[in-house]
């Protein structure tokens, strides 16, 4: 099928959901241009809805999300599509034909949301959106903040039994088990890739261990234990077993700065971490936290903030770079050798945490878009094009940058879109 703007002309695609997508449509549109805005995830939100605090007053998700969902769902200029992905442009500034893709929900416009459906569910998944630290059931909503509010069904997970089952208990005739991908085509003047970040795959640090152990997480995990929505409803415990620990440890730059990995420095990883250091404080006030790093990156009004937490008599920053994690019984051991002192340091810690880096995530898919991306695989802004990235489509970034960074691509769109 084919969508076209209401004026047949001008419109602009914004491409990812997350806080960018949303800052770059709601922009666009409340200055009268039709937006269509797409996301590959069942929900709007991105990176920020798996966030326990963002900077820089550490706020819950909610306390700006929320106002935005309200803003896309008042705004009939805004078409938004969720689990759409772009298949292929064609075209130039002006006059692009995009196609997309949108996979089946298995969950039509019916959904209330009553949540019946999963009562009736035996079936469970990986859930996905708390990185795998625990399962849902094979039909869920992906967190309780998500946008829209309609129920998902992973089809693959169920038993023919089951699927029965969620559909007899579905008194709205929400379930569509029949449902199919969709292509459609979108005519636009301008696009706005705002397509984020995935968290750099620990995996590929062979050295950090990671998956060997159940002490080891990464900086995204530790977010969703400290979430209040979180598997463990905001307690920090260790997975697997669910212990209290009594220690915990940083490796910063767990694959940034590394020209066999992320060549370049992800910014954020350092805040990320001195934040999560106040998770830990507030629940744990006495436990040793340990901190190797390259260099600390705290710029301009965050120096303050590190300053008050380095002043923490528990809490010991090293420098040096971990060589090495050996997997323990009842934890692990970090070794680094102290970049200061010259000394060797091995230090046994009940948790810790990896600092992985920011890779965007559109850089696999970008040549078959036609995008420009730099040697980092970060989508490249030609506003006499008409392709405009913004967030962490465009560089690493935090909330705030990123925001500013997609207000400055809706300007650019709307001029392209004249």
Known sequence: MTEQSASGAGAVLVVGGGISGLTAALEAAEVGKDVFLIEKNPYLGGR??????YF?????????????????????????????????????????????ETLPRYVNNNCTGCGAC???????RVDDFNFGLGKTKAIYRPHEMSFPMKYVLDKTACSR?????????????????????????????????????????????????????NAIITNMQMERLAAPNGPTNGQILRPGDNVEPKSFGFVQCAGSRDENHLEFCSYICCMAT???????????????IYVFYID?????????????????????????????????????????????????????VDLCILATGMEPAIKAQASGLGLEVDS??????????????????????DVVT????????????????K
């Open 48 to 53: 920020v809805a798996q966030l326990n605090q």
């Open 56 to 100: 820089p007053k550490l706020c819950p998700p909610s306390c700006g999300l929320e106002i935005n969902f309200k803003r896309v769902q008042n705004n009939r200029r805004i078409r938004m599509y969720t689990m759409t992905q772009v298949k292929s442009v064609s075209g130039s500034k002006g006059s692009y034909e995009v196609t997309c």
């Open 118 to 124: 999963t009562e009736v569910c035996g079936d469970e």
């Open 161 to 213: 039994d089951t699927l029965q089952k969620i559909k007899d208990a579905c008194k709205y005739d929400a379930i569509d088990t029949e449902m199919e991908a969709k292509t459609f085509t979108v005519n636009v003047a301008s696009v706005v890739w705002a397509t984020g970040w995935n968290p750099y795959d620990p995996t590929k640090m062979t050295n950090l261990k990671y998956g060997q152990s």
């Open 274 to 288: 001195m934040k999560q250091i106040t998770y830990i404080r507030e629940r744990y006030p006495e436990a040793p």
């Open 296 to 348: 600390l990156r705290t710029p301009g009004k965050y120096e303050k903030f590190r300053e008050k937490l380095m002043a923490d008599k528990n809490t010991h920053f090293i420098k040096g770079k971990v060589a090495d994690i050996i997997p323990e019984a009842d934890g692990v051991t970090l070794v680094a050798e102290n970049a200061v002192t010259g000394d060797k340091v091995q230090q046994k």
């Open 376 to 397: 980092n695989g970060f989508v490249v802004s030609n506003a006499d094009k008409g392709m405009i990235s913004a967030g962490c489509a465009r560089k690493a970034a």
């Open 402 to 417: 990123s925001a500013q960074s997609a207000t400055a691509a809706a300007l650019k769109a709307i001029q392209a879109a």
